[in-house]
């Protein structure tokens, strides 16, 4: 350790122009050291406060997050159940369509067994014996009461459609009284 008090009472103006020199260098060098530790304290201080700032930043942005995954599973969990829903009504739909489709089976079978049955029961009348004139009267019985042309047209339509020899009760000999028929009465 340096005696101050030994230098001084020395009085030897070269030991005290060292030691000014000396002591001004320190001072120079102390104030270099406070600005630079005021200028650190500064940057560290700015840092503290940008660190808290993004500390608070991410905090905000963390909950942000937390806040949309808490809703996007709700609305997730909300969708499942009302797909599950759909499902139920989906499955209970083609249940009841399949019964539907067995019941509508059944009963097509019956119809057409019922069908069959009534075919074989009905027997067509023999129209072989019958003469033109027969068929002719027939004819006009067919398009009594009609006296309009346009209820002419449409009795004929429907005649023709039912007795045509290409379909299943038609009779050719019919066919042709119809036609005839309906010429005369047209005219």
């Known amino acids: 350790m340096i005696d101050w008090d030994d230098i001084v009472q020395s009085e030897n103006e070269d030991e005290l122009k060292k030691l000014k020199l000396f002591l001004f260098q320190e001072n120079l060098r102390l104030d270099a050291e406070r600005q ?4 650190d304290r500064e940057e560290l201080k700015k840092l503290q406060d940008s660190f808290m700032k993004d500390r608070v930043s991410l905090r905000d942005e963390l909950n942000e997050l937390n806040r949309r995954t808490t809703q996007e599973r709700q ?9 599950d829903k ?20 059944r ?7 019922g069908r069959r049955l009534a075919m074989s029961d009905i027997q ?4 072989t014996n ?6 002719d009267s027939i004819a006009c019985v ?11 047209r449409k009795r004929y339509k ?4 039912i007795f045509h020899p290409d379909n299943l009760g038609g009779d050719e000999r019919l066919s042709r009284a119809i036609n005839r028929y309906y010429n005369l009465i047209k005219k």
Do not use: C, H, W, Y
Request: aromatic letters at 10%; a negative charge; hydrophobic letters at 35%.
């Open 36 to 39: 630079k530790l005021a200028s």
């Open 75 to 83: 609305r997730l969990r909300q969708e499942n159940m009302f797909f």
């Open 86 to 105: 759909k499902m139920e009504i989906l499955k209970d739909g083609f249940r009841t369509l399949e019964e539907d489709r067995r019941k509508f089976e």
């Open 107 to 113: 009963e097509k079978e019956e119809f057409e067994s």
């Open 124 to 127: 067509t009348p023999d129209l």
């Open 130 to 135: 019958l003469s033109e004139s027969d068929f």
């Open 142 to 152: 067919l398009f009594a009461g009609v006296n309009n042309p346009g209820l002419l």
């Open 158 to 161: 429907d005649l023709v459609k």
